[in-house]
């Protein structure tokens, strides 16, 4: 089952590329956060350029506040 459609994941920031993201879901498993990212496919077919569709970092709810402090403000959700 993915986090996406389990309780008790939240989204704590989009960007607009996949390596932007992954750059960060990789600090915040560094804490011992784990992490996914959705919305990765549409960034495989066009890699580097901006999408109308934001490449989402999710996580556990109850690590959401830490794991917040690792996304950059302009990428906060």
């Known amino acids: 089952m993915k986090p996406s459609s389990t309780p008790g994941w939240t989204i704590v920031g989009e960007f607009d590329t996949l390596p932007d993201a992954s750059i ?3 600090a915040i498993e ?3 956060i784990p992490t996914t990212i959705l919305n990765s496919s549409l ?3 066009l890699p ?3 999408t109308w569709a934001p ?7 109850e690590m959401a506040e830490t794991a917040s ?3 950059p403000d302009e990428n906060r959700v």
């Open 24 to 26: 960060i879901a990789g």
């Open 30 to 32: 560094n804490e011992g």
């Open 43 to 45: 960034q495989s077919t």
């Open 48 to 50: 580097l350029t901006f």
């Open 55 to 61: 490449v989402q970092l999710l996580v556990p709810e």
């Open 69 to 71: 402090e690792f996304v």
